[in-house]
């Protein structure tokens, strides 16, 4: 069985090391970049399966390199910010990102949301029936989703905030709840982020069919969120 390749882009080299040897350790094979060019060069060849992404780097910074690689691929990303600021973590989850560590971190730290990512990704591709609600199909197997069978190109954080609404259509889900089924119930952080995601796929939702597909994602005030589709 192949290793899955991971690419660490940081411009800080001991830091760069320690990631790599705990990742290689654990299996996985590592590529790096120490700045936005030449991670999105070294991406475009070794194709990884996740990328860990530092946001203050030269030549192009996180946010852009974030940007650019949404654009073409739905690779699971998890962004280093140095600062411990919400604003920080939501600007990069609002880009595309799927989880971020704040630096100063512990290495155990990031290689378990390495594999939690990469764990959900693999589930998520897991044997299922398609979800099927009126204009709106989601089909676990396939990893892929649509509205009238206009395709959503959406991110594995994304997908499987679309599933797990759509599998219990007009059920509320908490702000907090939907945080612990995206992340994990070990994970610590913003319930704001859930909002970020929902900003997303709401976006993703009216480019493929309009208002009345970002309507179907209904913000239940003081709660949370729930799928209400028309006519299903």
């Known amino acids: 069985m192949s290793r899955r390749t991971i690419l660490v882009v940081d411009d800080e080299p001991k830091l760069v090391e320690m990631v790599r040897e705990y990742l290689e350790h654990d299996g996985y094979r590592v590529e790096s970049a120490a700045d936005g060019r030449e991670a999105l060069e070294r991406f475009r060849r070794a194709r990884p399966e996740l990328v860990i992404l530092d946001l203050m780097l030269p030549e192009l910074d996180g946010y852009e390199v974030c940007r650019r690689l949404r654009r073409e691929s739905e690779v699971p990303i998890i962004m280093l910010t140095a600062r411990d600021q919400e604003p920080d973590e939501l600007v990069g989850l609002e880009l595309g990102a799927d989880d971020y560590v704040t630096k100063p971190f512990s290495p155990r730290t990031l290689l378990a949301r390495v594999r939690s990512v990469l764990r959900r990704t693999t589930l998520a591709e897991e044997s299922e029936t398609p979800l099927v609600l009126g204009p709106l199909r989601v089909d676990p197997a396939r990893h892929e989703a649509s509205w009238e069978e206009v395709p959503l190109a959406l991110t ?34 913003y319930e704001r982020t859930v909002d970020a995601h929902v900003k997303n796929l709401r976006k993703k939702l009216a480019g493929a069919g309009g208002e009345a597909a970002s309507a179907s994602l209904v913000t239940v005030p003081g709660v949370g969120y729930k799928m209400e589709v028309s006519g299903a």
Not at 161 to 178: D, K, N, Q, S
């Open 156 to 189: 594995s954080t994304e997908f499987r905030l679309l599933a797990t609404l759509a599998r219990r259509p007009r059920r509320v889900f908490g702000r907090l709840e939907l945080l612990e089924q995206l992340q994990g119930e070990s994970y610590a952080g």
